[in-house]
């Protein structure tokens, strides 16, 4: 039976956490649902982007989206949204292999559904030349389809750049250690933007492999046999920040235990069965200073002082005239 906080020994309010971790199906969901915000917004903006009428620029808009996303769903689901920071998050240990295959089909089913409600917006507009067109201004590519015609080779290296920077700060910031993890989603979003500056501008580089398949399947089928490749350098990327997340939480777990302090030692662990650390961003600590103390510490009294020195006194009090 729960304790009344009005009951005496009963902890405070602010010290009951629910630990319960969200079931599978409401984190599947909650990735789908993100991932199409995430989707719409960030080629729907540049679809329609008229310099006059939209002020803010696409880049900018996904990463508010992006931050809005992480902030709304990420108690649920950590805030993923992209298949390459499902990845980085499974190598680095944080999410069960089996687990980030479910993510990444729920972020493809939510990229495809924001897809097609664009593709369904698209064809309300006569004065289009068609919706293949209008995608095939916001999908990624390299060589002809890319604005400065850029090669393979670079698009490959901005995009494995990329992802692995974008990875990087997801797993730092949403570290349990990190004491600013509430800033989770504005850092990863600020990043987004930022990094989709560079890339929209070398070849609509989206460092995220579902918005790469959504823009690419209503696209023109150059744009679908380019799609590989933002797949593979983006995941290339995730796969370099897991590793070297992992490798920096083995390393502190080391240089805890070698200390001898066993607290570092827990704190820092983060090996493979770390795997809790899912839902890391919708996991602060709200440190507000009143947290009770457990009722089951025992509650130390004072021992009793010498008796002798009161006998002394008592001695000398009767001895003065």
Known sequence: MPVSASEPGGPHPSAVRDDRQPGLIARLSAEALGTLFVVVVGLGVAMFAIPQYNPIP?????????TAA???????????FNPAVTVGNAIAGRIRPVEAAAYIGAQLVGA?????????????VPKLNGTQAAFDTVAAGF???????APLAGVLLVEVVGAALLVAVYLGTTAGRNPARAAAPFAVGLSMAVLLQLGQSVGNAPFNPARATAAALFSSPDALGQLWLFWVAPLVGAAVA??????????????????????????????????????DLGDVDHLDGDTAAPASAPTKEPAPGPA?????????????P
Request: glycine share 14%; proline share 2%.
């Open 143 to 149: 060589d002809a389809r890319s604005v400065i015609q």
């Open 242 to 279: 897991g590793l070297v997340f992992r490798g920096f939480a083995h390393t502190s777990v080391r240089a805890g235990s070698e200390s001898g302090d066993p607290a570092a030692e827990s704190a820092d662990a983060g090996g493979p069965d770390d795997i809790d650390d899912i839902d």
């Open 308 to 320: 002798r020195s009161d006998e002394a006194r008592d001695f000398f009090d009767k001895r003065t």
């Open 58 to 66: 696409a880049s900018l808009a996904a990463g508010l989206a992006l």
């Open 70 to 80: 992480m902030l709304a769903f990420g108690y649920l689901s950590g805030g993923h």
């Open 112 to 124: 495809l559904l924001g897809a097609l409600a664009l593709f369904g917006v698209l064809r309300t």
